[in-house]
């Protein structure tokens, strides 16, 4: 790629810089430096346009299996790049087939033909196994999208597909009927606060067996350990909680959780661009843009950023669900509903905790639903707005029944955490992440969690289908 106007002016060690570049032509990659081309999430977009891309890669990444998997998929001469880890993998070795691992070479004996100054890559049959086609060049309309590395279960996303908003409802694009998701929030999934723990696929899928449509990926983004301080490992977490539940057919919800998200709008401008290449033509996938605005964020600041960055999502040909935060911790929904983004496929955040939480925010829903606005309350409890303290069963029900009356897709808040226990965790400290869960594994918080999800007034295909903050700015912890 000499002289190609990609790599003019390019910093090959700044990893934004050369992962913008790579979602336009992973041939980038071969000028990278050491740095990008260890970072597995720009090697990831660049092979799932190309396996060739591989060729360029950093031992890190060639060690990740869920990367070697994209590239072997496409095209089985890719294991001459493979690291020694996932030679051993039996999803890996299912995908070579015949192809013998020889332990005294990096990689399978398979001698690919070098690319010609034409860009032919040579014969099909001079290699081993049938050549696949290639998920998507640069020049190709198609979109690359982070396919699940195993066949996906059959589930509400297989019923419903992808979710398009119609007035004030979600609806299933394959049916055309309304739908109502139930399901529960990670913890924040910052370094180090506890929530790390419930990000493997083992974790997941106790999550999923109890029954959840959906589930929430809090990617924290300023405070300690967040996005902007560890970016690497926060993404890499969130991307095993994506995969599983895409893998077991849950809708998953990828969270921007920032209270002052107009203070890094070109990284969440980034970071959602990213996502859309990844994801744009995954049903499984829902984009949550701005978690919870607070102090000065007023509905036209958050309105203007929001439509930037959705502007951003949408360029890349990604039509996903998104959801919009709303002012004062994303409980001003009717304010919101008095001009709504300029969008045709965006819901509005409303979260409540119940015990801090009465009429007075319900009445703001209603005048959002009476203004036609469409309501995701993608965070909730029956606790207060710190996280804590009682669970508030009257004013929960009274939630509930709102819930229920307007057919509301509805998250509790949260799962757990091994750092710290709070009363709207799901399950107390001590218990295993990864399940199995009985009864006296669950807090007053996760038992209301529990009921919701089995209710009979939900979606009869779906139901059971398994065995803040305050109105001022007074909130602490919580989402």
Request: charged content about 20%.
């Amino acid at each position: 790629m000499q002289n190609n106007l990609f790599t003019q002016g390019l910093d090959i060690h700044n990893h934004d810089q050369v992962l913008d570049l790579v979602s336009q032509d992973w041939r980038v990659l071969e000028h990278a430096g050491g740095g990008p081309k260890n970072d597995d999430n720009i090697v990831w977009l660049a092979v799932l346009q190309d396996w060739r891309a591989l060729e360029f890669a950093g031992d890190g990444p060639r060690n990740n299996t869920e990367i070697v998997l994209a590239a072997l998929e496409q095209d089985i001469r890719a294991a001459q790049y493979i690291g020694n880890g996932p030679r051993y993998d039996q999803r890996v070795i299912d995908l070579l087939g015949p192809v013998q691992i020889n332990d005294n070479v990096q990689g399978p004996v398979i001698t690919p033909p070098r690319d010609d100054e034409s860009g032919n890559t040579g014969a099909a049959e001079d290699h081993q196994g049938p050549a696949r086609p290639v998920v998507a060049t640069p020049s190709s309309d198609v979109r690359p999208v982070a396919a699940p590395t195993q066949v996906a279960e059959k589930g509400i996303v297989d019923i419903h597909g992808r979710l398009q908003v119609q007035g004030s409802k979600i609806t299933s694009s394959k049916t055309g009927a309304p739908v109502s998701l139930y399901g529960i929030s990670h913890f924040w999934i910052n370094e180090g606060w506890g929530g790390e723990r419930f990000c493997t696929e083992a974790s997941v899928n106790a999550m999923c067996d109890l029954g959840v449509d959906v589930l929430r990926v809090p990617v924290g983004v300023q405070e300690g350990g967040g996005y902007l301080h560890n970016r690497d490992s926060v993404r890499a977490r969130m991307n095993s909680v994506v995969s599983a539940a895409i893998n077991k057919g849950k809708y998953v919800i990828i969270d921007w959780h920032s209270h002052k998200a107009t203070d890094n709008e070109p990284e969440a401008i980034a970071f959602f661009k990213e996502m859309a290449v990844l994801y744009g033509q995954c049903p499984n996938v829902i984009f949550e843009i701005y978690n919870e605005p607070v102090g000065g964020e007023t509905w036209p600041k958050i309105k203007g950023y929001s439509e930037r960055v959705l502007a951003a999502i949408r360029q890349q040909g990604a039509d996903n669900l998104v959801i919009a935060g709303t002012p004062t911790w994303s409980q001003d929904v009717d304010v919101a509903s008095q001009s709504p983004l300029n969008d045709t496929n965006v819901a509005y955040a409303l979260h409540f905790y119940a015990g801090t939480h009465h009429d007075h925010i319900r009445n703001k829903a209603r005048t959002a639903i009476a203004n036609d606005l469409p309501l995701f309350i993608s965070e909730c409890g029956g606790v207060s707005c710190t996280g804590d303290g009682a669970f508030d069963h009257v004013q929960w029900q009274a939630w509930v029944d709102l819930i229920e009356e307007h057919g509301l897709s509805t998250i509790g808040w949260h799962m757990g955490n091994t750092g710290k226990f709070e009363t709207s965790s799901a399950i107390f400290q001590h218990v295993n992440p990864e399940g199995p869960w009985n009864d006296e594994h669950f807090t007053e918080s996760g038992r209301a969690f529990r009921a919701l999800l089995q209710s009979p007034r939900r979606q009869p295909e779906l139901a059971d289908t398994s065995s803040d903050h305050s109105v001022s700015t007074t909130h602490t912890l919580g989402g």
